[in-house]
């Protein structure tokens, strides 16, 4: 992959007001980010093997330093529920034996669950790769996923966001906020946690939200709705 084809990809996935921007490039797709880390798919290399059988390359790209590339996976996913994945050394080669490939149950936060998502649905349905692409970013995770808006400080700021997305879902224990997915994300019965150098604690069933140094000390409070806020 030429430097020019991935600065391309970059400018695709640039960020304005926490959103993608979703301008076709050489087909290119964002599917997902995790930390400082973009998981984006070529859907144009996707190559159908059999009615169950996708192969694909996953490419992974740091959102401060995208070039180089940070790594890629080229991949074989089974379709047939539940979602499973193989790796592969390279895309080129002899066809490949179904049989002989070692699957592995996706998962969330490795952006496997993603690019098996996304490949097995955009070769289902021709024509609508963005379209997925968009769904699975914006809206993508397990069926229990939950949606809740609350009140947060970014990092190292004394303002207040009303009305912050966070989603989670319990049944993996993981956490977004804003679409970004935290590798410092986990979930209880009573509690949805993230963050590495302050720890914030949403009360489930009370749905307030409070922050805290390493300490213990409380550095904020605020409250959560499971109800969007009203556009201006």
């Known amino acids: 992959m030429g430097r020019k084809w991935l600065l391309g990809l970059v400018c695709m996935l640039a960020w304005a007001q926490g959103h993608a921007q979703w301008t076709s490039n050489r087909g290119y797709q964002l599917l997902q980010r995790i930390d400082d880390v973009?998981?984006?798919?070529d859907n144009l290399s996707l190559q159908i093997l059999d009615r169950d059988h996708v192969a694909g390359t996953l490419l992974r790209i740091n959102v401060d330093k995208p070039y180089p590339l940070r790594g890629q996976t080229h991949f074989v996913v089974d379709c047939r529920k539940p979602m499973r994945l193989a790796q592969r050394s390279s895309k080129a080669g002899p066809p490949v034996d179904l049989e002989k490939l070692e699957y592995a149950d996706v998962a969330l936060l490795d952006g496997t669950w993603a690019s098996a998502?996304?490949?097995?649905?955009?070769?289902?349905q021709p024509g609508r790769a963005s379209q997925v692409a968009r769904q699975i970013f914006e809206r993508g995770g397990p069926d229990d996923m939950q949606t809740l808006y609350c009140d947060l400080q970014p990092d190292g700021s004394t303002e207040v966001r009303h009305g912050v997305e966070v989603r989670y879902s319990a049944a993996v224990s993981a956490v977004a906020v804003n679409q970004q997915w935290l590798s410092s994300g986990s979930v209880t019965d009573d509690e949805v946690r993230f963050g590495i150098n302050s720890q914030w604690r949403i009360n489930r069933k009370?749905?307030?939200?409070?922050?805290?140094?390493p300490s213990g000390e409380m550095l904020f409070s605020g409250l959560c709705d499971r109800r969007a806020p009203a556009r201006r």
Do not use: K, M
């Not at 998502?117 to 289902?124: D, G, K, Q, V, Y």
């Not at 009370?206 to 140094?213: K, N, Q, T, V, Y």
């Open 38 to 41: 973009l998981f984006g798919i």
């Open 206 to 213: 009370a749905l307030d939200i409070r922050r805290s140094a």
């Open 117 to 124: 998502e996304f490949a097995c649905e955009s070769t289902r």
